[in-house]
Each structure stands twice: as C-alpha cells, then as structure tokens.
C-alpha cells in the first residue's frame, strides 16, 4: 500500500480544487528562511516522508514558529529526528500557522462497498471517542450534511457554547470533493485529510496522506 | 436462472435426493418434512400438496413415498429438487437432474467453500452446471426453503412455522431453524423462511428482489454476516425498501477491521461500521439483535408509518408509562403536550377516574374498565396532532384484557393510518387477548422499551418514504 508522495498528493488536490493550507516543500534551511518569510510567520513545519506515519511522536513537527532563527533550528531539528528513524526524507513542508477547530475527512476502499467517505472531529474526538460518520460514496451536499449533522460532537461546529459557528458550507464542499475523487480514482486506498482545520470563513486542508493499491 | 425464482417458491412438484430410510439422517427429515409438512408435530403443519418424489437406489418407498433409483428415472415433470447427498457425489446428481430438465435446485449439503480452496473449486464446478442449465440455484450448506402459504417445507427445519407477510432471508441455516420453533410458540408469521448457506449462485439481493414482488411478504427481515457485491445490494434494497420495508441484522459488530496504521479512515472504518452506512443509505433498517429483528419487522409489517413524530401513551400503570416515555424520549419519539381541548373531550366522556394524569403518558389509573380504554383510545386519536398510539395494560382484579383487545381491534378500524402499538404487560392470563390483538395485526409486546423501538421504526418508515 504505497504512500503518494508530497508532489503527487498534492497535483490531485489541485486537480480537485481543494483547499489546502498554503505550503511550500523545502529542502535546506535557507529555504526554511526564505519561504517561512514568503508565508508570513508564525509558521508550522513538519517532515515529508513516507515512512514516518505519526509525526509528531517522532519529533518532526514543529508548530508557532515565530522568527528566522526559530524557522532555521526548526528546519534541523526535523531533519535530525528524521535521520534519527532512518526514514527516507522528501524534504519539509512550511504551512501557515493556522488555528481553528480540527476536523478529519477521509476515503477507505471497502472490497464489498467499493469508496466509503468518513467524517470526524480532529484530535481526541477522533482518536478518543471514534466520534465519525460513514457513508458510501457518491455523496451529494446533502448527505454530507447530514454526515456532519450526524456526529456526537457536531454541536462544536455549530458554536456551542458562545463559540463561534465555522463554515460548515466549507466543509461539506470538501465532503463532496473527495467522494468525486474517489470514485474517479479508483486507484486509491485510502485518503486521510487530517487535520483539516476549519473557522468561521474557511476550511482548510493542513495535512493530506493518500495511498494507492500495490500495482 | 436467477429471473425465475417460481418454481423454487411455487413448485407443484419436489424430488428429494438422498431421501433415506434412516429416520435419524437429513433426507428423510426432508421428505418427512414435505409429506407431513413437519417433523415436531405443531398445528401449522400441512402436507405439501404437490408430487412428492424420492431419489434413493436401495429402496422402493420411503414414509409411502415411492422411490426411485435415479431422478431421471422419475417420467413426469419436475420444478424443484431437495438435494443432500455426500458432496463428493454432487456434481453427478446436479448433472442427472440437468439432464431431467429441474427448474431449481435446493442443495443442503456441506463440504464446499466452507473447507476452502478444495472445496470451493467444487462449489464451482456444480454452479456452472446449474448455470448452464438453467437451474435456480439456492446454497450449497443450506437448511432450505420454507414457505407456508403454499404448504412446502423443503428444508430439514424442525418443523412448519405459522403462515404471515414477513419474509426471513437468513445466512445462517441455524438462526432460521431456531426461530421456527420460536414463532409457533408465539404465533409469529412468516411468508418465507430463505436458508441460503454459502450462496454459490443466490444471495440476498436476489431473494430481496424477488421477494419485492411476492404477493405474500409485507416486510422483509435479514440476517447477514457478509455480501460479495454490497454496492449490487445497495441498488435492490434501495428500489425494495420504497415498496416493502427491509430490517437487517449483520452479525461481526465487534470486528474493528485490520488495525492499518498507515490509515486512520482504514481503521475507523471498520467492516460493521461500513455495513451500518450502506443500510442507513439504503432504506434498511439495522437491528442488534435477534429479538429486535422480528419486533421491528412485526411492527412494520403490520402497522401503517406514523405519518407525524407526534405520538400518545395510554397506560393503567403509572411507572410503566414513565418508563415508556424514558425510552420514547430515549430514541427521539416525541411525546406532545395534551392540548386543554382535548383534555375537556377526555373529561366530557365521564369515563376518567378523578386522579387520571390529564397528560401524555395518559395514566387512566389501575381500575381502568375497558369503557375507560375505549374513551381514552378513541378521543387521542380523533386529534390531529395525534399520529400514533402505545397503549399498556398491567393485569389487575378488575381489567380485562379480551375486552380491552376489542376495543383496540375496533379503533385500528376506524384510524387505518393511525398506529397503534401494545404492551400488554403479562404472561399467562394476558396471552389469549395478544393473540386476539396480533390475529388483528396489533403488534404486542412484552416490554415497554420494544414497543418504544417498534414505534420509532415507525415514524422513520414514514420519513424514508418522504424522500
């Protein structure tokens, strides 16, 4: 079950249309420097690799970094965690610092139901409370409504508690997306969209992983 | 064949091969089973009417039933033919019967994917003989078909449950069985019992679709463990479930699919979960257990959808319509407020106790006569913003269960669109007045939880036939 790489994965986000932080794949500390100024800081990095499946326990990601030298030590640290497992390295992604409330969306390949679209919120409410919706693939911006409708958690979104509502609209329109890529692409495994961080104007794509079937 | 699904529901006549003397082997359950309509002697059994033929080499009658050595030495006709030989014997038997022109085959015996890759290559091998002929093809690894209304029991089930309009499409040969002597008990109906086995040509969604058409089931209930083609079921329970209602019961529901760390959707979206999403997508109802399978069938079978989520409980118990409405609220069966207007229509009947709740629960207090059943039944649903019924009875000195039946059969007259779902809480002295009510398509059951669930299931009918 091969990992497309950052190049690929990203080429079929853009395909797509879909809304992917703004990021840039660097491979020396100059880069670092040099793009992080380009986004703006604070910055997040993290390391692109396809061995490296849970990133930060591996030290490989770094998040508000705020300055230039800040960016550099960053850039190392990765890299240096990285030699540390003995991964093959791409090089690392420079995003935006964006904050927001994390969601997760996602595509398994079922053997008897062929693409099933997964909903979710991000971080424990996933990892914690498997607090997800699924449904078979086509989906339509109704049932991804009520994808997202369906959830325990769902309330969160809506602006429980004086928080802000987010952009559910946003959300849904990636809902649709995967599931007309999945069923153009019958290639892929599976899809991870994780986290996909939304607020009260957008949503966007911070980390996508997409593996395809062995040839 | 799998168009022409007749002649295996509606044979006129079954040979069964393997037919034995030995009253302890599965052929001559089968043949008894078809001669006498069953072997555990209950008062649904009826012979089967058609010809009855059996296939043994070494004898000459079998329970009166003359045999013969070969089925293609039998010169009339034959529809259907109930097959179990040792599996190594199979295919040759398939062969003669191809041969003999038999329109559907029932094959029991074991031995075929179920070994693996051996026997699967077997499994092959006898379908395309039935594909190339035209056979209808149900199993192999089967207990059979039984269908009441036309008094075949084609199957090595105990015996006959009692005819209804719910059709049990089942995997596992066990669960059907075990059901039968269940439903003679409690006088549960079925339209068909499906015993499919391994499926090596039939599977659900073709009995599904056939089913859609059969004039005899109302509501169809599904036990399933796996599909080949999920998304091929999807497309059929989608179209059936519009017309007759699908309920299923998938059984791995603690399998957490292969733990693939590479993919977080991979593991959360487990196979069960995976199941639970295709059914809510296509109009079928998901049930946890065997018990919620046939109670929500009953009630769906029997009773139209609540046009409204709009529903009142009458009860003689005051904890168990508290606890009904626990449930009701539970499962997001909304329980309105009684409107002043109808409480003055309850008061004006002066068939209410003095303390009666004058609120939904309707509690019409322990002494209720079946007067004050009718009273209260018939005013609830002449209001518009009433669109179903529970109604609860606890046995005490004074009521009348039989009475309290009649009044309920005779408001399922006046209100057809109108639900009306019982718990007549009780055993012995309740059990000839639920008979009464399920003889007159009220659903009774002996929790207020079931009746809460069967009521849910039939407002989400109604909702699933909005879209």
Redesign the interface.
Known sequence: MPQLNFNRTKKIIDKYKLPFARSFLIKSSEEAVKRSKELGFPVAMKISSPDIIHKSDAGCVAAEIKDEDHAKKAYEDIIKNAKKKKAKIEGVIVQKNISGVEAIIGMKSDPQFGPVILFGMGGIFVEIFEDISLRIAPIDKKIAEEMIDEIRSSDILKGARGREPVNIKSLKDILVKISNLSMENKKLESIDLNPVIVDKKTAKIVDARMMEYEK | MKNNLEKLFKPKSVAVIGASRDPDSVGHGILKNLVRGCVFQAEFCRPFKGRIYAVNPKASSILNTRSFPSIKDIEEDLDLAVIAVPAKIVSSVMKDCAEKKVKAIILISAGFAELGEKGKKLQDEITSIAEKANISLVGPNCLGIIRPSANLNASFAPSMPPEGNIAFVSQSGAIADSIIDWAIENRYGFSNLISYGNKAMLDETDFLEWLDKDEKTKTVALYIE??????KF?EAAKKVSMKKPIVALKSGMTEKGAK???????S??G?Y??Y???F??SGVFLASTIEELFDISKALANQPPAKKNSIAIITNGGGCGVLCADYCSKLGVNLPDLKDSTIKKLDKTKKMHPAYSKSNPLDIIGDALPETYEAAVNTLLQEDYISGLIVIQTLQTMTNPEKNAMILIEARKKFPDKPIICTYMGGKFSRKSIFMLEAHKIPDYNDVSKAAKAMKALIERNEQLKK
Do not use: E, F
Not at chain 2, 226 to 231: C, N
Not at chain 2, 260 to 266: E, F, L, N, R, V
């Open positions: 796996g599909m080949k083609d999920g998304r999807m693939a760390a590479s993919s977080h959707t991979g959360l979206a196979s979960n995976v639970k999403a295709a809510k997508q």
